[in-house]
């Protein structure tokens, strides 16, 4: 996506010239910013060099036609797979709107083309990205606060009933508290040790992610800003591997100096349970597959395990996971995981039941 100081910048995906052209020169003069592609095998070689914040895309094209590029697209990382979507289409190909619509379009336009209705289009799926970026950030802000705000033995107590291993870290990466399910991880998973004023990692490949993971984080948090990073913890007898997200929680004013400044998320794969689905559904608006996907996914899974898991295509599962991040307010699976860990996930199994 573009810096918020830029003009949002439109791909646009045709294979007639002069009206490729037109349209290009019609969002420059809106002041946009526009890339171009006559085809949808070049289409897919530019994303890889740039990420637009909408596309407008044919149906009919010689090749990969529109629903090529877009089944391709859903299949790519969150950041891309996420772009709003808007087909070109002939008025003859009422039908071609309908599966586009299935497979995850956003809106269409019809052809020729209303430059005015195209504007106005854009404009409005523009701020509807921009609103669930908000809701996303505020979300997270939330859920940081509500971290950051953790003190005495109260606290303590609360943390220590969570099934996921937490720790809390200071400025400077010095251990503020750890709760029991984390000391259980250390004992029990030969990946890290809490000792002294830290978090050490036994795997030296682990160690490396470690450090470049922490020191990111409480960057981002001793800058006021927004931070997830996943990183993986390997056993040092080579016999399994530990998830954990590093999370920020950043700086706010009248802090104490031991105030928390990061968070880490600990779980072993093998050891969790998933959130009830029906709990999912009701705090986030799943439905009843999507509740199954975001389990999944908040359970390690890898999106090809999770289309196996269910039967269908990776298409699919890519049009579910762009619901997600609309109805959850993310852009990103890391942020999508981190949600659904810091929220549901994170309570211990028997109190659902």
Same mark, same amino acid.
């Given at each position: %996506?573009? @810096?918020?100081?830029?003009?949002p910048?439109?791909?646009?995906?045709?294979?007639?010239?002069?009206?490729?052209? @037109?349209?290009?020169?019609?969002?420059?003069e809106?002041?946009?910013?526009?890339i171009?592609?006559?085809?949808?095998?070049?289409a897919?070689? #530019?994303?890889s060099?740039?990420?637009?914040?909408?596309?407008?895309?044919?149906?009919?094209?010689?090749?990969?036609?529109?629903?090529?590029?877009?089944?391709?697209?859903? =299949? %790519?990382p969150?950041?891309?797979?996420?772009?709003?979507?808007?087909?070109?289409?002939?008025?003859?190909?009422?039908?071609?709107?309908?599966?586009?619509?299935?497979?995850?379009?956003?809106?269409?336009?019809?052809?020729?083309?209303?430059?005015?209705?195209?504007?106005?289009?854009?404009?409005?799926?523009?701020?509807?990205? =921009?609103?669930?970026?908000?809701?996303?950030?505020?979300?997270l802000?939330?859920?940081?606060?509500?971290?950051?705000?953790?003190?005495? #033995?109260?606290?303590?107590?609360?943390?220590?009933?969570v099934?996921?291993?937490?720790?809390?870290?200071?400025?400077?990466?010095?251990?503020?508290?750890?709760?029991?399910?984390?000391?259980?991880?250390?004992?029990?998973?030969?990946?890290?040790?809490?000792?002294?004023?830290?978090?050490?990692?036994?795997?030296?490949?682990?160690?490396?992610?470690?450090?470049?993971? %922490?020191?990111?984080?409480?960057?981002a948090?001793k800058?006021?800003?927004?931070?997830?990073?996943?990183?993986?913890?390997?056993s040092?007898?080579?016999?399994?591997?530990?998830?954990?997200?590093?999370?920020?929680?950043?700086?706010?004013?009248?802090?104490?100096?031991?105030?928390?400044?990061?968070a880490?998320?600990?779980?072993?794969?093998?050891?969790?349970?998933?959130?009830?689905?029906?709990?999912?559904?009701?705090?986030?608006?799943?439905?009843?597959?999507?509740?199954?996907?975001?389990?999944?996914?908040?359970?390690?899974?890898?999106t090809?395990?999770?289309?196996?898991?269910?039967?269908?295509?990776?298409?699919?599962?890519?049009?579910?996971?762009?619901?997600?991040?609309?109805?959850?307010?993310?852009?990103?699976?890391?942020?999508?995981?981190?949600?659904?860990l810091?929220?549901?996930?994170?309570? #211990?199994?028997?109190?659902?039941?």
């Amino acid at each position: %996506m573009t @810096d918020s100081t830029d003009p949002p910048l439109i791909f646009v995906i045709e294979d007639e010239d002069a009206l490729r052209r @037109d349209i290009v020169e019609e969002l420059q003069e809106s002041g946009y910013r526009a890339i171009e592609a006559a085809n949808g095998e070049a289409a897919l070689r #530019k994303l890889s060099d740039a990420t637009p914040d909408l596309v407008l895309c044919d149906i009919s094209m010689p090749g990969l036609d529109g629903y090529g590029v877009l089944e391709s697209l859903r =299949e %790519m990382p969150p950041e891309l797979a996420t772009i709003p979507f808007v087909f070109l289409t002939a008025l003859s190909e009422p039908q071609k709107v309908v599966e586009g619509k299935l497979l995850g379009a956003d809106d269409y336009l019809v052809k020729p083309i209303d430059y005015d209705l195209m504007l106005a289009t854009i404009g409005a799926r523009l701020r509807q990205v =921009e609103r669930i970026r908000e809701h996303h950030h505020d979300e997270l802000a939330t859920l940081r606060r509500a971290l950051a705000g953790l003190s005495g #033995k109260g606290a303590v107590q609360v943390l220590d009933l969570v099934a996921l291993g937490v720790v809390l870290l200071d400025g400077a990466g010095r251990l503020l508290h750890a709760n029991s399910a984390a000391y259980d991880l250390a004992t029990t998973a030969d990946c890290f040790r809490i000792q002294g004023e830290g978090v050490t990692p036994l795997d030296q490949v682990s160690g490396r992610a470690f450090r470049r993971a %922490m020191y990111e984080t409480l960057k981002a948090a001793k800058a006021g800003d927004d931070k997830v990073v996943g990183i993986q913890l390997h056993s040092v007898t080579g016999k399994g591997a530990l998830s954990s997200l590093a999370c920020a929680l950043p700086a706010q004013e009248n802090d104490p100096p031991d105030a928390p400044a990061m968070a880490l998320f600990l779980a072993a794969p093998e050891r969790r349970s998933r959130a009830p689905e029906t709990l999912l559904m009701d705090l986030f608006g799943l439905t009843p597959t999507e509740a199954r996907v975001a389990g999944a996914l908040a359970n390690g899974a890898r999106t090809v395990n999770v289309a196996e898991e269910l039967g269908v295509s990776q298409t699919t599962i890519a049009f579910h996971m762009r619901n997600l991040f609309q109805k959850t307010g993310t852009n990103r699976q890391a942020d999508l995981v981190a949600l659904i860990l810091a929220g549901p996930m994170m309570i #211990k199994s028997d109190a659902f039941t």
